[in-house]
């Protein structure tokens, strides 16, 4: 029998969360990034990883400003989130090769949101053939890169601009 190691995965089948405070208030605490799976900072966003992924690359964008309100976000927040948006999308699919993506926003606990109180988007790459057996018999997702050697592959990528 072959065994299926996810040892970070632990943090999130425990309910363990961040000390304190919202995980996409980033302050100007630019030295945690790395820490924070940080890959971009905009003027009213930023892009980074999601800790507990669907699937390898699966990736937030987030205004600074703390809301979970859509409308409440103004016109530059809206066009630089689309904008990072944009960029991300073509970052993965040149650097992990993600042939498709799903994007969107769960907004409030009813639609699924596990940060119900600062919005955010999700990018979640996508391949032919990575939905196996292992969700549907074993409630597994099986993430073929190491989070953080996923995060030094975008990383350099978002550093240079490079799509």
């Known amino acids: 029998m072959k065994q299926l190691w996810a040892p970070w995965r632990m943090d999130y089948i425990q309910g363990e969360s961040p000390a ?9 605490k630019a030295a945690e990034d790395a820490s924070r799976l940080v890959l ?3 003027a009213t966003a930023c892009v980074l990883m999601n800790r507990f992924p669907y699937s390898n690359g699966h990736l937030l964008i987030a205004p600074y400003r703390h809301t979970a309100d859509l409308a409440d ?5 809206v066009l630089e989130m689309h904008d990072l948006l944009r960029r991300s999308q073509q970052i993965l699919a040149a650097r992990v ?4 993506f799903n994007i969107g926003m769960n907004l409030g606990q009813i639609a699924g949101a596990g940060v119900t109180e600062h919005l955010h988007l999700h ?3 996508r391949w032919s053939g990575d939905t196996n057996f292992m969700p549907v018999f074993a409630e597994v ?11 030094e592959l975008l990383r350099t990528a978002f550093a240079g601009r490079e799509s």
């Open 20 to 28: 304190e405070g919202c995980v996409f208030c980033l302050g100007d």
């Open 40 to 42: 971009a900072r905009g």
């Open 141 to 151: 997702r099986v993430i073929p890169q190491h989070l953080e050697a996923t995060y």
């Open 123 to 125: 990018i979640v790459p």
């Open 73 to 77: 976000l103004n016109e530059a927040e």
């Open 97 to 100: 090769g993600a042939q498709g």
